[in-house]
């Protein structure tokens, strides 16, 4: 005779459906909550270096310009205290993500929130860092090449502030001229002629052949830009120490 099983001694509140169905929804769930839970992988990122080229994934440097399909792409404010030191990169004290630019607040995982939303922000306004603003602003782009299939890595491409109203103008134009998202364009990636340093500029877009496949990938894009960035390594800057030369100068 079968011994009966013995009922837990853990009480549970709401028992979980068994369902098939019921499970995958609620894995499909799961995967888009852990998306801002880890960082994504260093590899996945094109540089761009102050020589005016891009260091690819692969490790190619290439002068560019590249061409580009941008499945979808957010805006980032990120605010570091202290000089910056390229040596010794540290997590920001204060960031947002987001795709509405002017409805951006602080991540509720930032170290220390600088105000209730971006726009008010002291530190997010013209002249808070000289001729610029402390709260760096950038547009973070999941992108790939134009004849990418279903596995083809997405990357990441990142604006500088200087160039986000050129990328912002790209944008607004595709809308204008070809009425799509743009997804629906194959965009040519290069650098400013005009400027010294390196200044992203977008241009002479075409229709995107494989849009459809594209399009499939952009769930994907999004669960990569909504990563945020790891703050564990998080350090308050040390007060300075009354007497102190740095102090007296004050």
Request: glycine fraction near 8%; charge should be positive; include cysteine.
């Amino acid at each position: 005779m079968a011994t009966k099983a013995k009922p837990p001694t853990t009480a549970v509140a709401v028992k979980a459906s068994t369902n098939l169905v019921s499970i995958q929804e609620q894995m499909k769930a799961q995967l888009l909550a852990q998306a801002g839970k880890t960082a994504p992988a260093s590899g996945n990122a094109i540089r761009v270096t102050q020589d005016k080229h891009f260091m690819l994934p692969d490790g190619t440097k290439t002068p560019g310009p590249l061409q580009l399909v941008i499945l979808d792409f957010v805006s980032k404010n990120a605010f570091y205290e202290g000089a910056f030191d390229a040596k010794n990169i540290k997590p920001p004290t204060c960031f947002s993500i987001g795709a509405d630019i002017k409805g951006m607040v602080p991540s509720k995982n930032a170290p220390v929130s600088q105000a209730p939303d971006c726009a008010s922000c002291p530190n997010n306004q013209f002249g808070s860092d000289g001729d610029g603003k402390a709260c760096k602003n950038c547009r973070i782009l999941a992108v790939l090449p134009p004849d990418a299939d279903e596995n083809t890595p997405i990357w990441t491409l990142t604006t500088s502030p200087t160039a986000n109203k050129g990328f912002d103008g790209f944008v607004t134009s595709v809308a204008r001229v070809f009425q799509t998202i743009p997804l629906g364009v194959v965009a040519t990636v290069g650098f400013d002629p005009n400027v010294t340093y390196a200044k992203l500029v977008f241009s002479d877009p075409q229709p995107n052949p494989l849009f459809a496949t594209h399009f499939g990938r952009q769930a994907e894009a999004q669960g990569m830009l909504a990563v945020e960035p790891d703050v564990s390594g998080y350090e308050a800057p040390k007060p300075i120490a009354r007497g102190s030369k740095v102090a007296a100068r004050r």
